[in-house]
């Protein structure tokens, strides 16, 4: 009995979230999109058209990855501050009010980058993940 009246209780609080009425997810702001809205709170994926938008609007695009893949195939216009130094280099990324997007290789150190760039005081983080994705 009592293993039951625990399982109960545990469960509960996922299986009312099932029973809510609907909810709503309120869109960017007029002006603004998805990726703006979600940046303005933390880090916002962002495809490579959105991130190219971004970049003509003046946001940095900055390489996470090595200088040596950054001098491979890094993107016209990217500035390189590998993952392991930008808390050191943050005056290459500008003022914190700055838009900022960042890539590397594979997705996981840009989404490092970006967590970190946030905890720094940066409140426009846009995460684009892979390279390929541009």
């Known amino acids: 009995m009592r293993r039951s009246s625990l399982l109960v209780l545990l469960a509960a609080p996922l ?12 869109g960017p ?24 938008r971004l970049v003509a609007d003046g946001a ?3 390489d996470v990855r090595d200088p040596e893949d950054f001098a491979f195939d890094g993107i016209d216009g990217a500035v390189n501050v ?11 990324l500008g003022p914190p009010g700055l838009p900022v997007i960042v890539y590397c290789e594979t997705g996981r150190r840009s989404a490092a980058v ?21």
């Open 15 to 26: 299986l009312g979230g099932c029973a809510s009425g609907p909810r709503t997810v309120a």
């Open 60 to 62: 940095l695009l900055v």
């Open 82 to 92: 590998p993952a392991a130094e930008v808390s050191a280099r943050l005056a290459e």
């Open 114 to 134: 970006a967590r970190e760039l946030v905890q720094l005081g940066y409140a426009r983080v846009y995460d684009l993940g892979p390279r390929a994705a541009w």
């Open 29 to 52: 702001s007029p002006g603004r999109s998805r990726a703006e809205a979600a940046a303005s709170s933390g880090v916002a994926r962002v495809s490579g058209a959105e991130a190219r």
